[in-house]
């Protein structure tokens, strides 16, 4: 019987510990917050209790991020920051449903995706703005049988793809000629 009670006794004791647990994860009151945080999230403090635990998280993850980053990094945010700001709602939802779209992808693919940014990135300015505008003038049909070419080759071996980049194509085979 005591050990009965016992065992009821420990288990009403662990009871509260996972609800303990996930009061943890919950964001802090502002008051809890750290100087650097508070200085960063400022413009919410009036509002904070107010904002859902989920935006609290992201908004103190993004306090983190922020003052982990270089100037450098904090200048470029900044920039795209202030280019987001001025795009229109529909831009705005255009770039998020290719944000949504891209996660979704498999990681080889996000990969590869993040490759050829690296690679156009890193063009001269003139040759990105020469592709560009090749890309803006072709038709939706010319830009599908583009992305078609590109599948295709993607698919070749690295040799196949030196051999067509340096021009050379193989020699096709004739038919052999009939006799009569």
Same mark, same amino acid.
């Given at each position: 019987?005591?050990?009965? &009670? =016992?065992?009821?006794?420990?288990?009403?004791?662990?009871?509260?510990?996972? =609800?303990?647990?996930?009061?943890?994860?919950?964001?802090?009151?502002?008051?809890? %917050?750290?100087?650097?945080?508070?200085? %960063? %999230?400022?413009?919410?403090?009036?509002?904070?209790?107010? /904002?859902?635990?989920? *935006? #609290?998280?992201?908004?103190?993850?993004?306090? &983190? #991020?922020?003052?982990?980053?270089?100037?450098?990094? &904090?200048? *470029?945010?900044?920039?795209?920051?202030?280019?987001?700001?001025?795009?229109?709602? !529909?831009?705005?939802?255009?770039?998020?449903?290719?944000? !949504?779209?891209?996660?979704?992808?498999?990681?080889?693919?996000?990969?590869? =995706?993040?490759?050829?940014?690296?690679?156009?990135?890193? /063009?001269?300015?003139? &040759? #990105?703005?020469? %592709?560009? !505008? $090749?890309?803006?003038?072709?038709?939706? !049909?010319?830009?599908?049988?583009?992305?078609?070419? #590109?599948?295709?080759?993607? $698919?070749?071996?690295?040799?196949? *793809?030196?051999?067509?980049?340096?021009?050379?194509?193989?020699?096709?085979?004739?038919?052999?000629?009939?006799?009569?």
């Amino acid at each position: 019987m005591i050990n009965c &009670r =016992l065992l009821v006794l420990g288990l009403l004791l662990l009871g509260p510990v996972p =609800l303990a647990a996930a009061d943890n994860d919950a964001p802090p009151a502002w008051d809890q %917050l750290s100087a650097k945080e508070q200085r %960063l %999230l400022k413009p919410f403090e009036k509002r904070w209790e107010a /904002l859902p635990p989920e *935006r #609290r998280q992201r908004l103190r993850k993004g306090a &983190r #991020r922020w003052a982990a980053m270089t100037p450098e990094e &904090r200048q *470029r945010a900044r920039r795209r920051f202030a280019r987001w700001q001025k795009m229109t709602p !529909e831009e705005r939802r255009r770039i998020r449903r290719r944000f !949504e779209r891209f996660r979704q992808l498999p990681p080889e693919e996000q990969q590869r =995706l993040r490759q050829r940014h690296k690679w156009f990135k890193n /063009l001269p300015p003139e &040759r #990105r703005h020469q %592709l560009r !505008e $090749r890309w803006k003038n072709m038709t939706p !049909e010319q830009r599908q049988r583009f992305r078609e070419r #590109r599948r295709h080759n993607r $698919r070749m071996s690295p040799g196949e *793809r030196r051999q067509r980049q340096d021009g050379y194509r193989a020699p096709q085979r004739r038919a052999p000629a009939r006799h009569r």
